[in-house]
């Protein structure tokens, strides 16, 4: 994972299981015996959080941070939240949660795709942290699961068997958020140069030193790119393009399913 450049380890499912269900799901802490008396709400600390990381990123989070963004001592805070791991799946939490989320029934399979895709591209583009967290162990609360639910919605019903449906949806939200991060990684590089005018300083340099006989292919390759896209990556274009090459891949798996036998599953070298 990556942060402005900088490798980040930070995951979800990484705090007190029993603690973490306990908050996503309301089912508040035991009082504590001892600390602060309790005059904040769980939402206004969370949203805190998120506040912080959507301005400053995950590194901005810490306890201390986020108890004197809210006007407390940290003591106070972890009378609500026991550390930053529980506090990461109640920030991830939160933002599944708020999701918009289009009521695409009645629409084609890759028009519900292509939604839920878009739906997490925005979701990332306002909280750009949220793609740089590891998600193999998910936040187990409800707005993980309405999100799953709603997303599961696009591909009921068109023969594939439940596992291949959490297949197809793990590699579709696979490449939005790989695609996600590139985004981000390209907004933090503008915004400390015009990516143009560094082009225009290198290109001079390159062409001293590059021999287009010895590299034909990316020589015109990567000159043709480079001026279709006004840079050497654009992940507007790379998110359009993968997109449609990811559907195009699993309408083969969904065509498949539609006329073979129900429940077969899709192998790696296409036999079945």
């Not at 602060?36 to 995950?58: F, H, K, M, N, Q």
Request: proline content about 6%; aromatic content about 6%.
């Amino acid at each position: 994972m990556y942060e402005d450049g900088q490798v980040t380890d930070e995951r979800s499912g990484s705090g007190d299981p029993a603690r973490t269900l306990a908050l996503l799901w309301g089912k508040p802490l035991a009082p504590s015996r001892r600390g602060p008396a309790r005059g904040l709400e769980l939402t206004s600390v969370v949203d805190t959080a998120i506040g912080l990381a959507d301005r400053e990123g995950l590194a901005a989070v810490t306890m201390r941070a986020v108890s004197r963004a809210l006007g407390v001592v940290p003591m106070t805070l972890y009378t609500y939240v026991p550390g930053k791991a529980e506090m990461l799946d109640l920030m991830l939490d939160a933002v599944y949660l708020r999701m918009p989320r289009a009521d695409t029934t009645g629409a084609s399979w890759r028009t519900r795709l292509t939604a839920i895709a878009d739906e997490n591209r925005a979701l990332f583009s306002a909280h750009p942290w949220a793609a740089e967290i590891s998600t193999l162990r998910p936040p187990l609360g409800p707005g993980l699961m309405a999100k799953y639910e709603h997303e599961l919605a696009a591909l009921d019903g068109l023969g594939l068997s439940d596992v291949e449906m959490d297949d197809c949806l793990t590699h579709l939200l696979s490449f939005v958020q790989a695609n996600a991060r590139e985004a981000h990684q390209a907004a933090t590089v503008a915004a400390a140069g015009d990516d143009a005018q560094w082009w225009a300083s290198v290109g001079p340099l390159l062409a001293q030193v590059l021999d287009e006989r010895r590299y034909p292919l990316a020589s015109r390759v990567g000159t043709a790119a480079g001026e279709a896209h006004g840079s050497a990556h654009d992940p507007g274009h790379a998110y359009r393009f993968g997109l449609a090459r990811v559907l195009d891949g699993l309408a083969f798996l969904i065509k498949r399913a539609e006329s073979g036998p129900p429940g077969e599953e899709f192998s790696a070298d296409g036999t079945g």
